[in-house]
């Protein structure tokens, strides 16, 4: 059950080019919530528009949570604003969340995708659960550099300004020749393109794939209908109820690779 | 205060919340005070389950926001075996919306929900969806079609029987008075306006199925409009929608004439805007003195 | 890059300005560069001048504003002396745009307006105007009347003719058609959408004639659709309009189907929008490989 | 002719409850202004509204012109947030402005209605015309008190906290009983029941008298048509274009006291 939290803004830092993250104190949120979920937030009191706006929280620390975003429009304008103490209106935890991890996870995370990757990451670690962890982005300056990551953690840039020149397909390539397949499962989020390049390496190379997806969302909560993924056809042909649309918010974000028909949305 | 009847059926209030904003009731638990509303109405159910159009299937736009779900809903049987019970349960009055394709549809579908163990109080009749070929569009915009299916159901049905209008046409009253003449108990005005929006990076439409509904504070004007414009030649009892987002809206669409109101787009943002509105109301009462809100009605000062 | 056709008339670009908020383009001396416009439309003339409705004339909703201004003018007459010399210096195209309450009216002003002395290029018939009891909407809600004063007018012109829908009907396309049958080098949309607002405060409506006309970006999702739907249908071009603030938004309704544009409402805002979108576009264009704009027109891939 | 000017703001301060002072640099719109003229304010870059917000201007100093505002709605909200050096766009000078003063002026401002008042009082002032000028206000915090003003000053309040107990007509009466009234002429700027009280007085007691109005604007340029006001019935009984309601951005906003049907718009 998810629920509503007047939180607080702690702290806010420019982590790269044009992205932030923002901690909230939301002691209830915060308690609950696990890597893979998000929360829907009220950019501010005035808020002219008629939707919230979704968030992959990024991680925990006690009472508070974070986010990472980048500034696209007016909502991330506005959180981009935030001054420390103002009040945020969230929502949450909302959606499924990263689990089984009984083989070895790689981690994929591009652009602010990467938010809900280092929960994911902070969550395995203190699992003392062994991962790789990749993390892409089109160039260095995109990169949060100065984030303090342990090994078996591949940097990818598009322009090869830093880290792994190329993608993270690549750079999975690269670790999985070190690696039993069918022992490795992949956690990914990031770009569209990105994810549906992962989504098609996973399945010729028939390795288990968790992905997170993005559309737009008006209620977050399984209510308006129009945050719908499309599933890969199923055996059973009876078209019905939610059995070839899914919606991302309730029934994801997270899909199994095999099962979304594109992660364009 | 808050306190109105819509034929014999008592309301806390005259606020509820619209079909498709607000699911069945559970969906929003722990979020919103459901049993403190006046009433619900489910989102639409039809005959069939429906999967609902080919995605993307909602936009924002400039106060508002298009949507073309296209009534995905768990169909009839579904609902009274699975919706049903917990609706069951509240303390708020439940309204079911009914949607459907044809005559057929729609009277089957009634007829399995005066059947089913509900403790529904009426029923909202949607006629009025732009968003799937066979949406109910050719009732709302036919006096005829509108008050045929409107006799029919009255036969069917000794519940509260409310007809949802279309604004998506060149003379609503007409209409309205179709189903006034069909027997309904009232009408519910308006559903969402044809509108579209296209993405200019991709050079494509924004919902997959050209046209949605718009729906928000954008449309609030039109939909006041069309509300008192029903209560200028209707007898029968009006609920009033579109783009509420705040107890002063509320209080525009009952100078306007309408009885009661449903709040849809908002509850998006806030799930439990019914119950803060209705805070609102009960202190503007009694600071301006009056007993029942609805003593406002229709009362414009010239 | 931006240069379009309408007829036999070559506009520098298809923005031009909106009827009723824009003057008679002396208005915003200092304020816009008038000249670098496509073509501005004029404000309604009538046969006679009108005072207007009484005031309260105009109020501010989500996203839009309500008017009922009442085709305040300063009639055929005064206008062919007072407006038409200072339209007659302009350099860009001039569209004079005529409003009646009958067809005696429409047709004398029009006669009146061929025979003075103006440089226009064309007419834009008013018949959606919501704000007077005679707007023309008796008009502007007929397929024959729309087709007989089309047909009247055209016999009396051969410059431009383009008639102004409202999208205040159940379907538009039927008075689109009707106005292509009637002769029209072009249909525009959309006029304003009828509303209405509320002052809770005096419990009064906020507008003397209780309805308006809804414009800006609030109406743009039903502009788009009015658009898209009339391009489906005609083989005229069609000026679109409704809600348009950015060069964004003009790229949406020629994306749509436009062949033209108007700036309504944002004027008010930025009354040299007109120039700045353009010159938006002119980049747009060279970005993205474009000879002419309209190579767009209608191009909404699936 | 007006002009579009994007201005900077200079400075912000509060002058009285929920009232504040707001100076811009805007050197040409400066230049022209005089007092009584306003100007149409786009409160901010992404202003979400469809019209601008008038202001009367309250003064000029160089190259500065200031105003002064009640915080009601979104718009003065947002002109209450200017931070030093924030753009404004603002169109001026707009509308006519007080003139004549050939016979004693009685200057009289109530509420945020005092700002075009201040403006006249100083260009009367450094014309050396002698004048009497009356500001009034619910209470005592409503006034500007702080302001540094020469004899022939009286405050009212209606509350009796400050100054005289009592309306600006009760303190004109005061000062009227000593003049010729053929020989003064009121200027009056503030809210609707103050501006109908001072136009039955004048009209009663048959003193010359102007008033400036306000009114809900679109455009502020005479295009819309939106802000009219309505004359009283003129002899000659043409009713046609203008003659019968006025544009208040145009026309006015300072009209003649017996010109005016009413002042409430
Ligand atoms: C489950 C979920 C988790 C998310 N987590 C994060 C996150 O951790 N960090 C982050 O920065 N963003 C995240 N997003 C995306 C985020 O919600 C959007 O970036 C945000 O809504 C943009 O709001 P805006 O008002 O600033 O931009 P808008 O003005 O709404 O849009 C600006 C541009 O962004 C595009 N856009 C808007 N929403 C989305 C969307 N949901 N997906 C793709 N494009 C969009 C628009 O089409 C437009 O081009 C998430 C979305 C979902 C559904
Ligand atoms: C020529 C002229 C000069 C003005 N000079 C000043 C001035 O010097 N100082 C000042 O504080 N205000 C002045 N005003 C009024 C000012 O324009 C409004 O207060 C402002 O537009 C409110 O904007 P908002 O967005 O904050 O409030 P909104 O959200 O627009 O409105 C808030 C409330 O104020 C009311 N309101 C809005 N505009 C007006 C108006 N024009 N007249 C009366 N009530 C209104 C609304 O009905 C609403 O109840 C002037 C108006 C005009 C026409
Ligand atoms: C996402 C969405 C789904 C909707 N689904 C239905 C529906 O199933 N049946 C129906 O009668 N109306 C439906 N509506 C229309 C609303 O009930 C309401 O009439 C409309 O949104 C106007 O009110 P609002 O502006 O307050 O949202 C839906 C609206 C939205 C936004
Ligand atoms: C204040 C105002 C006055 C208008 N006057 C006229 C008019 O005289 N004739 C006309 O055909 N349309 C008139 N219109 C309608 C506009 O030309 C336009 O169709 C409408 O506003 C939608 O465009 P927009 O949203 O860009 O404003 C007027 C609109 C406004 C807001
Ligand atoms: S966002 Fe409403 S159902 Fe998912
Ligand atoms: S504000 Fe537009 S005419 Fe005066």
């Known amino acids: 059950m998810s629920l509503r939290e007047i939180s607080r803004v702690t702290g806010s830092r420019k982590i790269a080019e044009n992205t932030f993250e923002s901690t909230l104190h939301a002691p209830q949120i915060a308690s609950l919530v696990k890597a893979g979920q998000f929360i829907n937030i009220l950019p501010s009191g005035d808020w002219p528009k008629v939707m919230r706006r979704p968030m992959s929280v990024s991680g925990t620390e006690g009472d508070n949570l974070s986010i990472i975003y980048k500034v696209v429009g007016t909502g991330t304008e506005q959180m981009y604003s935030w001054a420390e103490g103002d009040e945020v209106d969230i929502i949450g935890p909302l959606g499924n969340y990263w689990a089984d991890f009984s083989k070895t996870p790689i981690i994929i995370g591009g652009g602010v995708g990467i938010a809900p990757i280092f929960f994911l990451h902070n969550t395995l670690q203190s699992n003392n659960i062994e991962h790789y962890m990749i993390m892409g982005s089109r160039t260095a300056n995109e990169h949060f550099l100065e984030h303090d990551l342990p090994a078996k953690v591949l940097m ?5 300004t830093y880290g792994i020149h190329g993608n993270v397909v690549a750079a ?6 070190n690696l039993d397949l069918s022992d490795t499962k992949l956690f990914v989020c990031g770009p569209a393109p990105m994810m549906e390049a992962m989504k098609d390496y996973a399945l010729a190379k028939n390795i288990e794939c968790d992905i997170a997806l993005e559309t737009v969302m008006a209620c977050g909560i399984g209510i308006c209908q129009g945050c719908s993924m499309e599933y890969v056809p199923k055996e059973s042909k009876e078209s019905s109820y939610r059995e070839k649309y899914g919606l991302v918010c309730m029934d994801g974000p997270i899909f199994k690779a095999k099962e979304i028909k594109t992660c364009y949305l | 205060m808050l306190k109105v009847k819509l ?3 008592t309301f806390a209030s005259p606020i509820t919340v619209a079909s498709g904003t607000y699911g069945y009731g559970n969906e929003v638990e722990g979020l919103a005070e459901v049993n403190r509303l006046g009433g619900i109405v489910t989102k639409s159910v039809t005959r069939h389950p429906r999967e609902g159009n080919p995605l993307p299937r909602i936009t924002e ?9 296209g009534l995905a809903n768990v169909g009839v049987e579904m609902y009274c075996k699975e919706k049903l019970p917990f609706l069951n349960e509240l303390k708020t009055q439940v309204i079911v919306n009914i949607a459907g394709s044809s005559m057929g549809d729609y009277l089957e579908t009634m007829d399995m929900l005066e059947e089913a163990d509900g403790n529904h109080i009426g029923y909202e009749i949607n006629i009025s969806c732009p968003n799937v070929k066979e949406g109910g569009m050719e009732f709302g915009v036919s006096c005829e079609m509108t008050e045929k299916l409107t006799k029919e159901m009255r036969r069917r049905t000794s519940k509260l029987l409310i007809m949802k209008l279309s604004p998506n046409v060149t003379s609503i009253t007409e209409i309205g008075l179709a189903a006034q003449d069909g027997g309904a108990d009232a009408v519910s005005a308006i559903n969402t306006v044809v509108g579209m929006g296209i993405d200019v990076e991709k050079r494509c439409v924004k919902l997959h199925t050209v046209f949605g509904g718009l729906s928000g504070p954008a449309i609030k004007p039109i939909a006041l409009a069309n509300v008192h414009k029903l209560y200028k030649v209707l007898s029968i ?12 809206d509320v209080l525009e669409f009952i100078l306007a004439g309408a009885h009661m109101v449903q709040i849809g787009t908002t509850n998006y943002i806030n799930p439990n805007i019914g119950v803060d509105i209705l805070q609102e109301l009960e202190a503007y009462c009694t600071e301006n003195g009056l007993k029942n809100i609805l003593e406002l009605k229709g009362q414009l000062n010239s």
């Open chain 2, 61 to 69: 736009t400039p106060s508002g926001m298009l949507n073309s779900i």
């Open chain 1, 156 to 160: 990818t840039t598009d322009d090869g």
């Open chain 1, 172 to 177: 999975v390539d690269t670790i999985a020749e």
């Open chain 2, 7 to 9: 034929g014999d059926i």
């Open chain 2, 237 to 248: 009892p009006i609920m009033g929608l579109g783009g509420i987002a705040s107890a002063e």
